[in-house]
Each structure stands twice: as C-alpha cells, then as structure tokens.
C-alpha cells in the first residue's frame, strides 16, 4: 500500500511535471508560431492555419525537451519542500535522502514509459499531419521521395518532364536496377530508361549503362548517359532525417523497408534506440537534480537552484546530442552511442547517491 506521505510526493511531483510541461508547451507555441506566419507570409491562406500547424507540431518540441521538463520540474519540487521545512518532517519520520529518491525516481519512469508509448505516439502522428498540410505549400511539394518495400521511389519535375524513378538498391552514392519513366506534364509517357547502375553523386546522374526506348521506336542502349534530376545524394539522405514522425510500428516497417532496399539503417537504429532509453533518461535526470538540489545549502536563492539545473541539464543534453551525431556518422557503436552518455551521468549519480545516503 502506498503510504500517506509518499502519494502525497508522487502526487505533488506530477503536478509540477504537469504545470512545467504546460509552460513548456505555451513556448513552443509562442515561439514557433512567428516562424509558420514568416512562411506563410507571401500565401495566401486562413489566419488560423499557422495556429493549426503550430499546435501539431507543438507536441513533438515539448517530447523534445521533456530532459529539462524532468529536471527542472524536481528542482521546483524540492524548492517546494524547502520552503515548507517538509525535508525535515519527512526526516523525522525516517524518510531517508534514499527513499525520497527512489519515489520520485519510480515516479518518474512510470511517467516516462506513458510518453514513450502514448504521448510519443499521439505527437508522431500529429508530427506527420503537419509535415503533410505544411508540404502543400512548399516549393519541394513537386519533389518526392518515399521508400517502400518494392525500393526507393522518385517524383521529380524538371525541364517540362515528370520523372518517375524506381530503385531496387542503394549503395552509397550509387543507385541499382533503376528504371526511369519520363512524362510530359499532362503525363503522356515519353521516354523510358532502364539502368544496372546511376551515380547520384550531384544532380547530374551518371548512368553507366542502359537501355533507353521511346514511345513507338525500339530499344537502344548506351553507355556514361548523363541525367538532370533535382537530387542527389545528399539531398535523399536528408529527405528520411525526420523519423519523429514515425511510431514504433512505422519505424520498424521502415527498417525493414531500408534492408531490403539496401540503404543504411542508421539513423533508425540510433532513433530507436533513442526511444528505448528515454525512460531511463528522464529517470536519471531526476536522480540527477534531486542529488544537486540536496547538496545545496538551503540558504542560496532560487534563482541560482534554477540556473544551476538549468546549465547542468543543457550541458547533459547537448554530450547526449553530440554523442548521436557521433553515432550517426559511424564514428561510434550505434548504440554505444546512445547508452554511453547515459552510464556516465548514472556513475555521477551513484557517487551523488552514497554521499547523500552517509548524510
């Protein structure tokens, strides 16, 4: 059974979360709303849809930020106790520094597994309405690039052509057994283009050898045949960087989808495993701050409680952040990568943890 004291700290803890989170979500609006009313400027469109746009997206900012939510959030709570001498009335009643952390750290990876499996679901799939709605007006809406499990699949308008492009494979900056359609605009289909192999190195592609065939004339084959197209290699890799707005069932089929087609799993893989340790990461990052904020002086002000956490909190995120990018460039294990950070906040807290046990 849970006893008095500790449902009243669980519950005083979710709802400072909750009030920290409704802050944080008040600024991802305030702040993005001038940057979908900037694109929208020279469009003409309801008032309203920049608002809608920004509250779709909205959610997957605050999933963002939910590390500094976790931290600062106990921070408030301990300030709270502090002021209200309740550290010493739970003292009194043999609630050790220990105990008090365990709670507030259960506490926090119960909440953390509802907003991987629920909340990180809900604002993926607005994530996804957004980017569908905000492409309607965007210049590259006529540029399109989607994996699927027959292979990589490519819209791309250029020179009065429509060209519609199927790959098999792709290797690097190499795409294989790729056949091209050519359209007019009014899509008469034009030309045809079969290829073992095309460099996509830049924006002129290299098909190395081909058959090419026009309406109502044979085939004919060629060899070192250039080709426009609005991407290149750079610019496909860029196009599959957004993976938050895919659940973990879209995720995982389009894993599969990439293996077949041959295209690095990376960045997937490191997502995914992102996903898994995020319980782990907002747990930690409570420990975290409750060991900071009972090894400071009670007679220092707020405000340098609140700097301090939120200094130290941006400092974990961005050794989490740089410690991806190395994993995404395959300077580093995949998962080495994610976990790394991880461990070595969690050695810091073990060491925090004995000190304030021997208190």
């Known amino acids: 059974m849970i006893k008095i004291y500790q449902s009243y700290l669980i519950r005083s803890y979710w709802m400072i979360l909750f009030f920290v989170s409704l802050i944080f979500f008040s600024l991802s609006i305030i702040l993005n709303i001038f940057e979908e009313v900037s694109f929208f400027k020279d469009i003409n ?14 959610p997957t900012i605050v999933y963002e930020t939910f590390p500094f939510i976790f931290f600062i959030s106990t921070q408030f709570l301990f300030i709270r106790l502090m002021d209200k001498e309740e550290l010493d009335i739970f003292k009194k ?76 494979k792709i290797d690097g900056k190499v795409l294989k057994q790729v056949t091209i359609n050519q359209f007019s605009k009014d899509y008469k289909n034009l030309n045809n283009i079969v290829a073992d192999e095309i460099n996509i190195e830049n924006k002129e592609w290299l098909i190395m050898k081909g058959s090419f065939s026009k309406i109502n004339q044979g085939l004919k084959s060629f060899e070192n045949l250039t080709f426009k197209s609005n991407f290149d290699a750079e610019q496909i890799n860029k196009l599959f960087s957004d993976l938050s707005s895919l659940n973990i069932l879209e995720l995982n089929k389009l894993k599969k989808d990439y293996s077949n087609l041959g295209y690095s799993l990376t960045n997937i893989n490191i997502h995914m495993q992102k ?79 004995v000190r304030i046990n021997e208190k």
């Open 45 to 58: 469109v309801n008032a309203f849809y920049p608002i809608l746009l920004t509250l779709l997206t909205a």
């Open 93 to 168: 009643i043999s609630l050790s520094n220990i105990k008090l952390i365990g709670i507030l750290s259960i506490s926090s990876f119960i909440i953390s597994l509802i907003l991987v499996t629920i909340f990180y679901t809900l604002a993926s799939n607005l994530r996804f309405m957004y980017l569908e709605m905000k492409n309607k007006y965007s210049g590259d809406n006529k540029y399109l690039a989607i994996v699927t499990e027959n292979g990589l699949w490519i819209k791309d308008e250029i020179d009065e052509y429509v060209n519609i492009i199927n790959a098999e």
């Open 275 to 353: 996903l898994i340790a995020y319980p782990i990461y907002l747990t930690v990052m409570t420990i975290f701050a409750s060991i900071i904020m009972l090894n400071i002086k009670r007679n220092k002000s707020k405000l340098f409680h609140i700097v301090l956490g939120v200094l130290l909190s941006v400092l974990i995120y961005y050794i989490n952040y740089f410690s991806s990018l190395l994993g995404q460039n395959e300077r580093m294990p995949e998962v080495m990568s994610i976990w790394l950070p991880l461990i070595i906040i969690s050695l810091f807290c073990t060491i925090g943890l």
